[in-house]
């Protein structure tokens, strides 16, 4: 896959920066509420999340019209 995929409208961010920001709130949102039996690791996500194409990765970080896709990754990065 192509690490360098314009994710952001403005190309301000990459498919890395994504992938990035989505492992990030996953590590903070294991960090106190980690179920081991139904949970996936976060070194899990992050394989899974290498293998969603851009789209599902979009999905994932569940922007609408009151989180851009910029302001999700700016958090999270």
């Given amino acids: 896959m192509n690490t360098t995929t314009a994710i952001s409208s403005q ?3 990459n498919r890395s920066h994504l ?5 990030h709130e996953y590590q903070w949102l294991c960090h106190d509420d980690f ?12 394989a ?4 969603m194409s851009d789209d599902e ?4 970080s569940s922007t609408d019209e009151h989180l851009t896709l910029d302001e999700f990754i700016s958090t999270w990065l």
């Fill in 35 to 46: 179920d081991a039996d139904t949970d996936a690791t976060p070194d899990e996500y992050l």
């Fill in 19 to 23: 992938i990035s920001a989505l492992y």
């Fill in 57 to 60: 990765l979009i999905a994932e």
């Fill in 48 to 51: 899974q999340l290498q293998l």
């Fill in 11 to 13: 190309a301000r961010f």
